[in-house]
């Protein structure tokens, strides 16, 4: 069953370090991987990743899927108070347009 | 673009009441989704429509629930004879029609069952 296992599930780092947040999954079917910001209300849209976009860059904020081994990887580099939130990777199903998600990297980032 | 909106943002009710949320969801979208987030976990799926049709729902969704899409508008969530554990944020996240294209969420409806 299609599936999404998001790593580690929470992390404190200090404001400058650079974080890696991963995410695994299991689909039959691999159309595309999107990854959220959530701080307190809606999560908001990062990146999406598909096979002919393996890699996305915004600011300090990247994202690479790896198809082969099933995961991708955020990292955030100099990493500031307000990248304070919980991460959310998900996919659709296979055959769908329904998305799962993962539980979520809880990130807390001090001064 | 004004973005997915969801009214109320929360709303408190005892149980054995029943109540019913609106999503207004991006003009030119036409699928909507509809999705229940309790502390700590991330968004679990309830069901989406596209355009008026309701494809699909979540074998976890008990018969007290309802959404409908009437005209592929805004969309309505019922929640007929609440019980505690129905307490949670009730996310609305809307997508274009084309392939890849991602949900845009509102910023819920959080309901506490007393």
């Known amino acids: 069953e299609d599936k999404v296992v998001q790593s580690p599930l929470s992390l404190v780092v200090h404001e400058g370090d650079t974080v890696t947040l991963n995410c695994s999954y299991e689909?039959?079917?691999?159309?595309?991987l999107l990854w959220y910001k959530q701080e307190k209300k809606a999560p908001t849209f990062l990146f999406m990743l598909?096979?002919?976009?393996i890699e996305k860059k915004s600011g300090r904020l990247s994202s690479i899927l790896d198809k082969k081994e099933l995961f991708s990887i955020l990292n955030i580099t100099a990493t500031q108070t307000g990248d304070s939130a919980v991460y959310l990777c998900?996919?659709?199903?296979?055959?769908?347009?329904?998305?799962?998600f993962g539980t979520g990297t809880r990130l807390k980032v001090l001064a | 673009d004004t973005g997915v909106s969801q009214d109320p943002r929360h709303k408190i009710t005892k149980r054995g009441q029943n109540v019913t949320f609106r999503c207004d969801p991006i003009s030119e979208h036409n699928r909507l989704y509809w999705y229940r987030q309790t502390l700590g976990q991330g968004p679990e799926f309830l069901t989406y429509f596209q355009n008026e049709a309701q494809l699909e729902k979540s074998r976890l969704l008990s018969d007290r629930f309802s959404a409908e899409r009437p005209k592929g508008s805004f969309s309505t969530l019922e929640i007929q004879r609440t019980e505690q554990g129905d307490s949670a944020m009730y996310l609305c996240?809307?997508?274009?029609?084309?392939?890849?294209?991602?949900?845009?969420f509102g910023n819920g409806t959080r309901l506490t069952v007393t």
């Open positions: 689909v039959t079917n691999f159309r595309s």
């Open positions: 598909t096979s002919s976009g």
């Open positions: 998900a996919h659709p199903l296979s055959g769908t347009y329904k998305y799962i």
């Open positions: 996240a809307s997508s274009a029609g084309f392939e890849n294209s991602p949900l845009h």
